[in-house]
T-cell receptor, first 112, second 114 residues
Framework: SQQGEEDPQALSIQEGENATMNCSYK?????LQWYRQNSGRGLVHLIL?????REKHSGRLRVTLDTSKKSSSLLITASRAADTASYFC????????????FGQGTTLQVKP | EAQVTQNPRYLITVTGKKLTVTCSQN?????MSWYRQDPGLGLRQIYY???????DKGDVPEGYKVSRKEKRNFPLILESPSPNQTSLYFC?????????????FGPGTRLTVT
């Protein structure tokens, strides 16, 4: 089952602009994670936000979480061509089994 | 270097010919998992293992088998591959820190079944 639904599916921006991606989920969670995937490669963990947190920053990344709306957003500021990738949110479904449920991802293209 | 390795990276095979995709991690992680990634469907979990000799089905286990005889290895077995198993496969591992599983992914195995 797909827990996370991401929006938009694809995003194209110019270098230097900000990129915002949204993720919605269905069940209660302990935490929500964002991963990045360069074309055809493995996913790399970017940032995690716990269910009792509302906002978190890491470098040019800003993540927000609204548990009442069951949604999260990832903001990449001052984007670079190297940010071109697919971005996935993943939730843990409060299972404590380690299982993550991934959204379908947002494909970001940053034009130089 | 901490990593998850998969082999082979690319495989073209024919329907019905048994194959194994290996996965190994060097981080002493308890949890390992297999996913398949298909266009428009995202990543779907096939099987996971919470420790040695403990495995369980994910969301799309049909047509696959796994084993976890050693902590570091988690092979994915396709006993009789079919064309609908053509996909990009990822192995991942994690170990909980304060209840959080940050997963480390392998580089992927692109499988084509003709």
């Amino acid at each position: 089952s797909q827990q996370g639904e991401e929006d938009p599916q694809a995003l194209s921006i110019q270098e230097g602009e900000n990129a915002t991606m949204n993720c919605s989920y269905k069940t209660s969670i302990n935490n929500l994670q964002w991963y990045r995937q360069n074309s055809g490669r493995g996913l790399v963990h970017l940032i995690l936000i716990r269910s009792n947190e509302r906002e978190k920053h890491s470098g040019r990344l800003r993540v927000t979480l609204d548990t009442s709306k069951k949604s999260s957003s990832l903001l990449i500021t001052a984007s670079r061509a190297a940010d071109t990738a697919s971005y996935f949110c993943a939730t843990d479904e409060r299972s404590n089994t380690g299982k993550l449920i991934f959204g379908q991802g947002t494909t970001l293209q940053v034009k130089p | 270097e901490a990593q998850v390795t998969q082999n082979p990276r690319y495989l073209i095979t024919v329907t019905g010919k048994k194959l194994t995709v290996t996965c190994s991690q060097n981080m002493n992680h308890e949890y390992m998992s297999w996913y398949r990634q298909d266009p428009g469907l995202g990543l779907r979990q096939i099987y996971y293992s919470m420790n040695v000799e403990v495995t369980d089905k994910g969301d799309v286990p049909e047509g696959y088998k796994v084993s976890r005889k050693e902590k570091r290895n988690f092979p994915l077995i396709l006993e009789s591959p079919s064309p609908n198993q053509t996909s990009l496969y990822f192995c991942a591992s994690s170990s909980p820190i304060a209840g959080v599983h940050e997963q480390y992914f392998g580089p992927g195995t692109r499988l084509t079944v003709t």
